[in-house]
Antibody, heavy 126, light 106 residues
């Protein structure tokens, strides 16, 4: 059974840093793109970043570019999100999600989030 | 690519047919997925490639559409379906979600 478990959230002051981790089990981690998705309190979902299987490609939403870094350790089945220069608007529950690929009619569709962790809360406040 | 869901909330009764729409700001072919989220829980994948039902999801859920206009339909609302529903485009980066539709009990 697929499991994703996030950790590392907490209270941090504006301008501070935090590193989130997500440990994966129940599937071959190195075969999948992985993403971070966040949800501010009472708000909708926002995709943050993703990383290719071997770490060679990474994409970010504009609001975190230059501040957040996604990385992975395939030997330990771990996904990370290093968050620097944190702002109040980064306050959210952060989910890691597996990006499945489905192919149909000769076209492959990436970044379909078929498994999610339970989330870890990051609060940025003084 | 912006996704606009409507309505943002709705009230319905058990057994009702419910339809939620998602409009993309540009054509995304069938690069769309739907998720269900219950309070305090992670989202759950319902439908992908606009109309393909995820394994284990009840057949009362269906999706349709292509290009810019998409629909999620629940044919007969069940008590466990009261939740918030989100569409997501996977056509291009940055990946984006719709604002959500909260389905409440009438």
């Amino acid at each position: 059974e697929v499991h994703l478990v996030e950790s590392g959230g907490g209270l941090v002051q504006p301008g501070g840093s935090l590193r989130l981790s997500c440990v994966a089990s129940g599937f071959t981690f190195r075969n999948f793109w992985m993403s971070w998705v966040r949800q501010a309190p009472g708000k909708g979902l926002e995709w943050v970043a993703n990383i290719k299987q071997d770490g060679s490609e990474k994409y970010y939403v504009d609001s975190v570019k230059g501040r957040f870094t996604i990385s992975r350790d395939n030997a330990r089945n771990l996904l990370y999100l290093q968050m620097n220069s944190l702002r109040a608007e980064d306050t959210a529950v952060y989910y890691c999600a597996r990006g499945e690929v489905f192919c149909s009619g000769g076209i492959c569709y990436y970044d379909i989030f078929d498994h999610w962790g339970q989330g870890t809360l990051v609060t940025v406040s003084s | 690519i912006q996704l606009t869901q409507s309505p943002s909330s709705l009230s319905a009764s058990v057994g009702d047919r419910v339809t939620i729409t998602c409009r993309a700001s540009q054509g995304i072919s069938s690069y769309l997925a739907w998720y269900q989220q219950k309070p305090g829980k992670a989202p759950k994948l319902l439908i992908y490639i606009a109309s393909t039902l995820q394994s284990g999801v009840p057949s009362r859920f269906s999706g349709s559409g292509s290009g810019t206009d998409f629909t999620l339909t629940i044919s007969s609302l069940q008590p466990e379906d009261f939740a918030t529903y989100y569409c997501q485009q996977l056509h291009s980066y940055p990946l984006t979600f719709g604002g959500g539709t909260k389905v409440e009990i009438k």
